[in-house]
């Protein structure tokens, strides 16, 4: 049996649709997968590059091209289910149009140019200044979401995202406030308009993704989508390190510079690699499974956490600013969660009177 989508519906013996409790049971399951992936995976990439950066490694390509090149990884869960576990009927990339082709790669384009920038404005920004324009992006998903996908805004909506942004302000203003090495005028302003470009970037991707899934067939079509977008991704990511000589540099860095030695050093970008899979995948699974806005706050969430892990695994400071917002994190979060929860519950019932309405109809 395939996940269709958000619901899956039976018909019973009196023809009625039914949604079944199975299904219910299905997608929190394939939500809970999706989240816990996208846990992961924004934990574990964000410990893993700071690890790369204490240990004097700064190549913008390699960031580049850690967040994609991991796009194989996904032949896993698309043809083991077929060809292995036998636990579905549809081969792999069937209905996979040209024309669902070419939006994937055209995404994939974007997603890859969204890389760059979020790797360039890493490299040149203080982490604080970063992070402070990175703040804006949640609110750019909610404005982008209402233009493209009609999202409405409801008070839980806007509670939570005023919320989680306050958080990752207060954030950004608790954190390093270093300038990287060699910053020049012209380096600082290209990495401030980098980090606009990316939050721009992702903003649009969100609700963009979320209006092409509504003529999605199935999960694991999503995950073939996003193999090709990854693919796509890492040729561009590919194509601008070769103009630029960043295959010797990172070859380079890996012997010379990085300063646990060669072969840490690739199992570094080997994690990397992996775990920026877990957070693409997750994010674009929690995508399709809720909206882009849910996916987007369950992203700036983890941003509180990705900081109580910098706090735990490196000793990072706990101070004032960070108690603060993560208080608030917490608050915007499970406020949201809680909205979710009674919305649903909402559609159940209705769901529940109008089948009913419809039975009593049945036996008239
Ligand atoms: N623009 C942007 N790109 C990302 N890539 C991974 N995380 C992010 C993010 O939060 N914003």
Redesign the pocket.
């Known amino acids: 049996m395939e996940f269709l989508g958000h619901k899956e519906v039976h018909q019973d013996q009196s023809g009625i649709l039914r949604e079944t409790n199975n299904s219910n049971k299905r997608y929190m399951f394939l939500v809970g997968i999706n989240y816990m992936l996208l846990f992961v995976g924004s934990i574990s990439s964000s410990l893993l590059s700071k690890f790369y950066f204490n240990h004097k490694g700064d190549s913008r390509w390699v960031s580049t091209c850690v ?1 994609s090149a991991g796009f194989p990884l996904l032949l896993l869960p698309i043809y083991l289910p077929f060809y292995v576990f036998k636990s579905t009927h549809r081969k792999p990339f069937t209905r996979f149009t040209p024309k669902i082709l070419l939006i994937s790669i055209l995404i994939g384009l974007l997603l890859g140019l ?2 760059l920038l ?1 790797s360039w404005g890493n490299s040149y920004l203080p982490v604080s200044t970063n992070s402070l324009v ?1 703040s804006s ?1 949640l609110v750019f998903t909610l404005i982008t979401s209402v233009i493209i996908v009609k999202q409405k805004i409801t008070y839980a909506n806007l509670n939570c995202v005023i919320l989680l942004t306050l958080s990752s302000v207060l954030l950004a203003l608790g954190s390093s406030h270093d300038r990287p090495k060699g910053l020049t005028r012209t380096k600082y302003f290209i990495g401030f308009f980098s980090t606009i470009g ?2 721009l ?2 903003s649009l991707y969100l609700p963009l993704m979320e209006k092409i899934y509504k003529n999605v067939y199935c999960y694991s079509m999503v995950v073939e989508m996003q193999m090709v977008m990854e693919l796509a991704a890492t040729v561009l990511a590919t194509l601008g390190m070769i103009i630029d000589g960043g295959f010797s540099a990172i070859k380079k860095e890996g012997k010379n510079v990085f300063d646990l030695g060669e072969q840490a050093y690739w199992l570094t970008v080997v994690f990397n690699v992996v775990t920026w899979q877990f ?1 693409f995948m997750g994010t674009a699974g929690m995508v399709f499974l809720t909206s882009s806005l849910t996916g987007g706050v369950c ?1 700036t969430a983890l941003m509180a956490v990705n900081v109580l892990g910098g706090v735990i695994v490196y000793g990072d400071n706990f101070g004032g600013f960070k108690v603060v917002s993560t208080l608030l994190c917490v608050w915007g979060f499970s406020s949201y969660l809680y909205g979710l929860h009674m919305k649903i519950e909402d559609e159940e019932q209705k769901n529940k009177d109008s089948t009913e309405i419809d039975e009593q109809r049945f036996v008239l």
């Open positions: 967040q969204n890389n979020f990175l992006q990316a939050g970037l992702f957070c992203m």
